[in-house]
């Protein structure tokens, strides 16, 4: 009897390792989604702050919308900001979703 207790009780603890070891995979695919995304806004922030001011207004921005593009908080009317594997901002049509006019 005891013997089938202890299986019973090993096998539990199997089920809640393999739960706990679930859980923490996926709290560190957060963090490094997490650790990418704030690469990819300071990579951002970083190429815009080094543009001229004629440069961001040939794209629709000001000095002081340089941090909210970074976060994609704000996209101007006139370009959409994107990052190159390289890291260069690139500046493409801006698209607007819903039907077309």
Same mark, same amino acid.
């Not at 709290?27 to 190429?47: F, K, V």
């Not at 900001?81 to 049509?93: E, L, M, Q, Y």
């Given at each position: 009897?005891?013997?089938?207790?202890?299986?019973?009780?090993?096998s539990?603890?199997?089920?809640?390792?393999?739960?706990?070891?679930?859980?923490?995979?996926?709290?560190c695919? $957060? +963090?490094?989604?997490? #650790? =990418?995304?704030?690469?990819? @806004?300071?990579? &951002?922030?970083?190429?815009?702050?080094?543009?001229?001011?004629?440069?961001?207004?040939?794209?629709?921005?000001?000095?002081?919308?340089?941090?909210?593009? $970074? +976060?994609?908080?704000? #996209? =101007?009317?006139?370009?959409? @900001?994107?990052? &190159?594997?390289?890291?260069?901002?690139?500046?493409?049509?801006?698209?607007?979703?819903?039907?077309?006019?």
């Amino acid at each position: 009897m005891t013997d089938i207790i202890c299986r019973a009780e090993i096998s539990g603890l199997f089920v809640r390792v393999a739960a706990l070891i679930k859980a923490l995979a996926a709290h560190c695919s $957060a +963090l490094a989604a997490g #650790c =990418s995304e704030g690469w990819q @806004i300071a990579t &951002r922030y970083h190429d815009l702050s080094r543009l001229s001011g004629a440069e961001l207004a040939r794209r629709g921005l000001t000095r002081q919308s340089i941090a909210r593009v $970074a +976060l994609g908080l704000q #996209c =101007s009317a006139i370009c959409e @900001i994107s990052v &190159r594997p390289r890291g260069a901002v690139t500046a493409a049509p801006h698209r607007v979703r819903g039907p077309a006019p």
